[in-house]
């Protein structure tokens, strides 16, 4: 495997269910991050980790909880989750934090 | 709040003509700029990285930045159907903790008609 790799690519959850997204970069990157990309707003950044430790939250609700167990894997938990949280979820990694950013697929979110 | 603007769009372009798209940013203490693609239903691709005044040409693409300015723009050569999509301007910025994040606009959505 190659670049950066997310699953699941689809997941349709209730508002009171507990799931989680993953993430795996394979670029031997040290900074990872996740965004939220809604229709028609531009993407947003939710979190930041570099060498495993979170350094940036930017304000997102409690209901997303982030989780960087080493520098290769990055995990968004998400429990009891709103209608307006259905988005595209990105994750990228980069070599420091001034170079550029490599993207996964992404997973696409939808909430009932 | 930092911001990063650029003109929704959507441009349209003949093929084989210069597509010029531009961008526009709040803080002065930016170093980092790029350029992503993105094609409906994907994720960004980056395709330029630009991080002084003065141009970069990669092929068909050239960026250009003007710090004092605070103005980057992405030029396509001899455009073809298939750069037909959503371009992001990105920079990055110091967001707390020595760390840096980037901040995206929103995107311009490019046609390049045949």
């Known amino acids: 495997e190659t670049g950066v790799t997310q699953t699941p690519r689809h997941l349709v959850m209730g508002m009171t269910n507990k799931k989680s997204l993953k993430c795996e970069q394979h670029?031997?990157?040290?900074?990872m991050y996740w965004y939220k990309q809604s229709a028609k707003k531009p993407l947003e950044l939710m979190f930041v980790?570099?060498?495993?430790?979170?350094?940036e939250n930017n304000s997102v609700p409690s209901r997303f909880s982030p989780e960087c167990p080493n520098s290769s894997h990055l995990f968004l938990h998400l429990h009891t989750l709103q209608p307006e949280d259905s988005a595209l979820y990105l994750c990228?990694?980069?070599?420091?934090?001034?170079?550029?950013?490599?993207f996964g697929d992404g997973t696409r979110l939808s909430i009932l | 709040q930092k911001e990063v603007e650029q003109n929704s769009g959507p441009l349209s372009v003949p093929e084989g003509a210069i597509a010029s798209l531009n961008c526009t940013y709040s803080?002065?203490?930016?170093?980092?700029f790029f350029w992503y693609r993105q094609y409906s239903g994907k994720s960004p691709e980056l395709i330029m990285s630009?991080?002084?005044?003065g141009d970069k040409e990669d092929g068909r693409f050239t960026a250009q930045l003007n710090k004092a300015s605070q103005y980057v723009s992405l030029l396509i050569r001899d455009s073809q159907p298939s750069d037909s999509a959503t371009y992001l301007c990105?920079?990055?910025?110091?967001?707390?903790?020595?760390?840096?994040?980037?901040?995206f606009g929103k995107g311009t959505h490019l046609i390049i008609q045949p």
């Open positions: 990228a990694s980069s070599q420091g934090f001034f170079g550029p950013q490599h």
């Open positions: 670029l031997g990157h040290n900074a």
């Open positions: 980790y570099s060498l495993e430790e979170r350094v």
């Open positions: 803080d002065r203490g930016s170093q980092s």
């Open positions: 630009i991080y002084s005044n």
């Open positions: 990105a920079v990055s910025s110091i967001i707390g903790g020595g760390a840096d994040g980037l901040t």
